[in-house]
């Protein structure tokens, strides 16, 4: 079992580009969460999606949409990417409580 | 004011001693409590979870929780190098809809 999966592990993107952040658990796990990650800032919740087919927006959603594609897949979306969305991103699912966290995509904007 | 306030650290430590990390959360409706540990470049990993006042051990870690002070610590027994990593404070806050507010972490290192 791989747990979660993310794609890609590290990119450089210009002002203004666009890309989209993959993420798939083989947990079964119902609920997935993407976070930003910054120096000093902690972990902060972009969007979660409880379920298949749910979405809702989490504490910093500016700038970022998202796509439950099916119960094992969570992407991310940037449209227009800013020097302010540099930073680590994080997928996660949970089952109780525990969360699981992906190996994270470092994201670079020029 | 933040939801779950960490100090920063660096928390330095001798091989052997006991590490204390401190959390303070804001939303008194708080429940659940977890810590959670992030090697540099790795994601982060649950270590332990309380959810009642008082003493919760497992292995080398205790966590303690304070309801009423709204405080939460880990403390590491007989720490050892390998215990280096940063520390984040976790709690479930009703202000975030249910969902996990992270502090910004204290990052151990200890000395061989």
């Known amino acids: 079992n791989a747990g979660v999966t993310q794609t890609p592990k590290f990119q450089v993107l210009k002002t203004g580009q666009s890309m989209t952040l993959q993420c798939a658990q083989d947990?079964?796990?119902?609920?997935m969460y993407w976070y930003r990650q910054d120096p000093g800032m902690g972990l902060r919740l972009i969007y979660y999606s409880a379920s298949e087919g749910t979405t809702d927006k989490g504490e910093v959603p500016n700038g970022y949409n998202v796509s439950r594609l099916n119960k094992r897949e969570f992407s991310l979306r940037l449209e227009s990417a800013a020097p302010s969305q540099t930073s680590v991103y994080f997928c996660?699912?949970?089952?109780?409580?525990?969360?699981?966290f992906g190996p994270g995509t470092r994201l670079t904007v020029l | 004011q933040k939801e779950v306030e960490q100090n920063s650290g660096p928390l330095s430590v001798p091989e052997g001693a006991i590490a204390s990390l401190n959390c303070t959360y804001s939303d008194r409706g708080s429940q659940s409590f977890f810590w959670y540990r992030q090697y540099s470049g790795k994601s982060p990993e649950l270590i332990m979870f309380?959810?009642?006042?008082g003493d919760k051990e497992d292995g080398r870690f205790t966590a303690q929780l304070n309801k009423a002070s709204q405080y939460v610590s880990l403390l590491i027994r007989d720490s050892q190098p390998s215990d280096s990593a940063t520390y984040l404070c976790?709690?479930?806050?009703?202000?975030?809809?249910?969902?996990?507010?992270f502090g910004a972490g204290t990052t151990v290192t200890v000395r061989a």
């Open positions: 947990m079964n796990h119902n609920s």
């Open positions: 976790a709690v479930i806050t009703r202000s975030n809809d249910y969902k996990l507010s």
């Open positions: 996660a699912t949970d089952a109780y409580n525990e969360q699981f």
């Open positions: 309380i959810y009642s006042n």
